[in-house]
């Protein structure tokens, strides 16, 4: 198994350690999660560029590393909820669009044709991610000085900032997940009216 793999398999536990952080009680555990999350979108980062520069590209990297950026986004989204960060309904929109384009790939694959990302989807998960990132670092602010919440701009932050991420990230979500399923609409369409 080459490095950019092993960076992969990684983060796979780093998602997991994340998870725990930020649904524990530990103390300072927001901020773990925060840093963890980081650390896992810096190895994302290394893995990619590792295996194109040596050439070390393998079929387990083409398939597990998208695989477990959806596991680490997911994962993200679900523990937020307890959390108040965001509504269930959300988290929900963004792991089923997962779960439907990872099908669609699949079924794509078996008929021996490979759906590329689409630039869209790629703006999609950076609006990911920053929702993300926004909400853990509020909570990480919360957690590193507790009467911080109280304060105006947090709370501004908060409900104003947070939901226009939210907003965001979830019309690209289900706009890019519709135009993916629309554009290759002719993988789950009957055999029949595929002509």
Known sequence: ?????????GRLAL?????????????????????LFILAGISD?????????????TNFGKLI??????????????CLVPLGAVPAWVATIVVARDFLITGLRLL??????VLAAEKLGKHKTSWQIAT?????????????????????WWQNAWRYGGDALLWITIGLTI????????????????TGARA
């Open 175 to 190: 706009y890019s997940g519709l135009g993916y399923l629309w554009r290759h609409r002719a993988l789950i369409l009957p």
């Open 15 to 35: 998602t997991i350690v994340f998870v725990l952080a930020l649904s524990s009680t530990w103390v300072y555990g927001r901020t773990i999660a925060l840093l």
């Open 132 to 152: 993300v990132l926004f909400f853990l670092l509020l909570l990480s602010t919360r957690e590193l000085g507790p009467t911080v919440e109280e304060t105006a």
């Open 45 to 57: 980062y290394l893995d990619g560029e590792i295996a194109r520069r040596y050439g070390i590209v």
């Open 1 to 9: 198994m080459n490095w950019a793999n092993r960076l992969t398999l």
């Open 65 to 78: 590393d998208p695989l477990v950026d959806k596991v680490m986004m997911a994962a993200a989204f679900i």
């Open 108 to 113: 794509a694959s078996s008929e021996g044709t």
